[in-house]
């Protein structure tokens, strides 16, 4: 099946299929095909139709133009092989299915909690690998530190680059566009809007599993309902893993 390939300085971050009669739209907003979250991406940027054997790319009056091998393009048809750029990013036309994918993590840029090609969507260097770390077991003699809210935030290991505050009582992620951490891409076909969500109760937070095909894990184990989450857990939603850091309260 045709597909398009979506890269970042020769990285291939994922591939979407392009079905005859079908379409796929891109751009900044979460309610896109393919999000590239990036400002130099407008929020509904460009589209692909595949009508009648040809495949036309579109550019819906973007504010930074699109690109075929490097020529602007309002409207025209792309053939096999053709490099379509649209901000920071390549998409390769891949209408033999030619290439073999395996996707990396998407990235992100700064702007807080959305998935998708340089969270400006999520571009980076290598992605963090997480290893399960191993905590030291508990000094029995004295008790243990009081972790609250100041400075707490999430890190991102995959999926993603930089922090995002946990300033909320509740923040929700999944593929809605509202959510405060948007997943998009083919991922969004089986996530639920939301996927979950962490709420802070009593400067504790907890993870809850909302909706969808995937349901969130936690250090590696799938949650059916809520859990507490404590200092240096890992969370797990898709392409996206998390790591919960906890500042530490001044003793009372």
Known sequence: ?????????????????????????????????????????????ARLDHRDGVITLTDLNSKNGTRCNGVAITQGPIE??????????TLQADWADAIAVAPSPEPRAESPGTLNATRTMVLR?????????KRPAPDKTSPPPKLGPAGDHLTFLEGGQGTFALYKHQVTIGKNSDADIVIGG?????????????????????????????????????????VKLIH?????????????????????
């Open 1 to 45: 099946m045709p597909k398009l390939i979506l890269m970042f300085k020769d990285k291939i971050l994922n591939a979407y299929p392009l079905t005859p009669g079908g379409a796929l739209t891109i751009g900044r907003h979460g309610d896109n095909d393919i999000i590239i979250e990036n400002l130099t991406v407008s929020g509904h940027h």
């Open 80 to 89: 096999d092989r053709d490099m379509i750029t649209i901000g920071k990013h």
């Open 186 to 226: 083919t991922w969004a076909l089986l996530l639920g809007s939301p996927a979950a969500v962490i709420t802070k109760q009593s400067g504790d937070y907890f993870l809850r599993y909302v909706g969808g095909l995937i349901r969130p894990k936690r250090n590696g184990v799938s949650v059916k309902g809520t």
């Open 232 to 252: 240096d857990d890992v969370v797990e939603i898709g392409p996206v893993k998390l790591q919960i850091q906890l500042g530490q309260r001044l003793a009372a």
């Open 125 to 133: 260097s290598p992605p963090a690998r997480f290893e399960e770390q």
